[in-house]
């Protein structure tokens, strides 16, 4: 079965401090991996997106993973700030069909001064 | 600026009323994708086109219907709005590479 799981579900952290958050997939076969950042309220916006062949990719302040042998993804978010507060979303892709994207529940962040 | 704009931010209906949600996009996009976003469930996908007058049933097309006439408009319809029916819900748009566009979201109330 396609799933996608994020964890942790919920986060706080202190505003400058990193973190990383969790995305394991079983999603087959595997396309590309996206990771969007949606704030409260708002629809979701793509931060990145990977392919298979693809191990790190960077936006700014954040950096994602990707090992495809393990199936796993990982978004670190580097000295955070105030407007990372938001919930974080892995879409994993299929490479064929018409509806073939698989996304995760989210991780919900929040940074505190 | 590429754009999904959905024309109703806030609703409130009730039980049984028939509801209309609006989504325009300005990107010629041939794809796009009616969702609802549920706490602990994440984006479900309703219904999504791929052209013009085409539609297809996605993983939970019960209880709404979808209209595309114009290649930048799809309409969710809910015939006979239900509680179990409040939610956000969002539309995107994609020319074919997957990277979807978002609009803001609609956030539903049926009391």
């Known amino acids: 079965k396609n799933q996608v799981e994020q964890s942790p579900q919920s986060l706080i952290i202190l505003e400058g401090k990193n973190c990383t958050l969790q995305?394991?997939?079983?999603?087959?076969?595997?396309?590309?991996l996206r990771w969007y950042k949606q704030d409260t309220g708002r629809g979701p916006v793509s931060l990145t997106i990977m392919t298979f062949s693809e191990n790190t990719k960077s936006n700014g302040r954040y950096t994602a993973t990707l090992d495809a042998d393990t199936k796993q993804s990982s978004l670190h978010i580097t000295a955070s700030q105030l407007s990372d507060s938001a919930s974080y979303i892995c879409v994993v892709s299929l490479q064929t069909g018409a509806n073939n994207l698989f996304f995760g529940t989210g991780t919900r962040l929040t940074v505190i001064p | 600026d590429v754009k999904v704009t959905q024309s109703s931010r806030y609703l409130v209906k009730r039980t049984g009323e028939k509801v209309f949600l609006e989504c325009v996009q300005d990107m010629d996009h041939e794809n796009m994708f009616w969702y609802r976003q549920d706490p602990g469930l994440g984006l479900r996908l309703i219904y999504f086109?791929?052209?013009?007058?085409?539609?297809e049933k996605g993983d939970i097309p019960e209880g709404y219907s979808v209209s595309r006439e114009k290649k930048e408009r799809f309409s969710l319809i809910l015939e006979s709005a239900s509680t179990n029916q409040t939610s956000m819900y969002l539309c995107?748009?994609?020319?074919?590479?997957?990277?979807?566009?978002f609009g803001a979201g609609s956030r539903l109330t049926v009391l």
């Open positions: 995305c394991n997939y079983t999603v087959s076969p595997f396309s590309n």
């Open positions: 086109s791929y052209d013009v007058k085409m539609k």
């Open positions: 995107a748009s994609t020319s074919g590479a997957n990277v979807l566009t």
